[in-house]
């Protein structure tokens, strides 16, 4: 069974830090594109993906130069760093695994999903 799920997810002030973690079961995630995206009011926004073709990583301006999404293989996991957080990150996390390779930041173009972590930044 294909499944994805996020842990890492919390309460952080303003300027802190929290690592998230997407954990693969069923799959490799080495094979497939890893998004991360966190809820909005109209649905969710892709915020970095890690692509399977060739490694590139790539971030929404949003969260450019403080977020950093890594692969371990080893553990089957893909993680994204969150620095110097804001109020306005405050939501739900979620990671996504797209098979084709070609989603990059587009939601509807990903397969699989996990259930999402929650993040609050206040002071």
């Known amino acids: 069974q294909i499944q994805l799920v996020e842990s890492g997810g919390g309460w952080v002030q303003p300027g802190g830090s929290l690592r998230l973690s997407c954990a693969a079961s069923?799959?490799?995630?080495?094979?497939?594109?890893i998004g991360w995206f966190r809820q909005i009011p109209k649905g969710r926004e892709g915020i970095a993906y890690s692509?399977?073709?060739?490694?590139?990583?790539h971030y929404a301006d949003s969260v450019e130069g403080r977020f950093t999404i890594s692969r371990d293989n080893a553990k089957n996991t893909v993680s994204l760093q969150m620095n110097s957080l804001k109020p306005e990150d405050t939501s739900v996390y979620f990671c996504?695994?797209?098979?084709?390779?070609?989603?990059?930041?587009?939601?509807?173009?990903?397969?699989?999903w996990g259930q999402g972590t929650p993040v609050t930044v206040s002071s």
């Open positions: 996504a695994a797209d098979w084709r390779g070609v989603a990059e930041l587009r939601e509807n173009e990903y397969d699989y």
């Open positions: 692509s399977s073709s060739d490694g590139s990583t």
């Open positions: 069923g799959f490799t995630l080495d094979d497939y594109t």
